[in-house]
Structures are given as structure tokens and as C-alpha cells.
């Protein structure tokens, strides 16, 4: 019985994952769900200067302000901070020890943080663009985000 219940628990998180691979491109969904890493100056969010907030791409989750949002050379749109709590890890893909930063609902891989930022935290959250949606300002309260329209004021 239990065997039947955990292939049944399974063949429900294959159906997810295919289900989510079909929502995504590919790009976003490796990025997100298989911790990618975009290429460098890749994604037009880079450069993108709009009013707004950024979304996980995955749940739709809020997590950065372009308030908070700067160019710090490095090609992936970076921020001083995010408007939502965001979950840590440890990542040592590289050689030595980085802080992975995920969604803190969908748990989405959506970059890194580093200590080297100009805010007054001195951190640089460093995000990959196809980790992320842009929400325009005019669309934030139709979208469902106009708790979020105080940023802006």
C-alpha cells in the first residue's frame, strides 16, 4: 500500500514538473528549477528603467521594486533589496562558498548575493531576468499587486 502511495505522490510531481516545463521556456525553466544561470547582459531586463515591480516568474510571487533596482556592470539585473523575504543557501558550484538567493514561496533559484552593493545594506542582489516578470506600474492593482503601489509614492 505505501509503495502505491509514493508512486502515486511521484507520478504527481513528474505531472507538476511537465506541467510547469510547458508554462516556461526552457531558458526560465532552467534557470528557476535546475539553479541556472543565464548568459551575461543576455536579458533585456538589464537595462530595463521602468517603474514597476519584478515577479517570480514560476508563482507570480512580488520580490523586487525598481526602486530598488541599478546597474551594477555585471549583465543580470541587479537590486539593493527585495520587497519580500527571500530564502538563502550556501552555494559552492563555483569552488568557493556564494549565498544562492530563491523565491521564499515557490523556492525558484533566482541568483545570488553578494556584499558589494551601494544601498545602505551594502548588499547586490544579482538576478537572472528569466527568473523574473515585470509587472508596469499602471498594471500592478489590476495584476493584483496594488499593496505594492506605496513604493512608488
Same mark, same amino acid.
Given at each position: ?14 505531472t507538476a514538473a511537465e506541467a510547469l516545463k510547458k508554462r516556461l521556456t526552457p531558458e526560465q525553466y532552467h534557470v528557476t528549477q535546475e539553479d541556472g544561470t543565464e548568459r551575461p547582459f543576455s536579458h533585456p ?6 517603474? #514597476?515591480?519584478?515577479?517570480?516568474? $514560476?508563482? =507570480?510571487? &512580488? !520580490? ?10 555585471? *549583465? ?44 545602505? #545594506?551594502?548588499?547586490?542582489?544579482? $538576478?537572472? =531576468?528569466? &527568473? !523574473? ?10 495584476? *493584483? ?9
Open positions: 500500500m505505501l509503495f502505491l502511495i509514493l508512486t502515486a505522490s511521484l507520478a504527481h510531481a513528474e531586463y538589464n537595462k530595463l528603467k521602468d517603474e #514597476g515591480i519584478y515577479v517570480d516568474v $514560476v508563482t =507570480g510571487e &512580488a !520580490l523586487f521594486s525598481s526602486k530598488d533596482k541599478y546597474d551594477s556592470g555585471t *549583465g543580470w539585473p541587479s537590486f539593493t533589496k527585495p520587497i519580500t523575504p527571500l530564502k538563502t543557501k550556501i552555494d559552492m558550484k563555483l569552488g568557493g562558498p556564494r549565498k544562492e538567493i530563491r523565491s521564499g514561496k515557490g523556492d525558484s533559484h533566482l541568483g545570488h548575493v553578494f556584499d558589494d552593493g551601494p544601498g545602505p #545594506g551594502g548588499q547586490r542582489f544579482c $538576478v537572472n =531576468g528569466s &527568473a !523574473l516578470r515585470f509587472v508596469p506600474k499602471a498594471r500592478m492593482k489590476e495584476e *493584483g499587486y496594488g499593496a505594492y503601489l506605496p513604493l512608488f509614492n
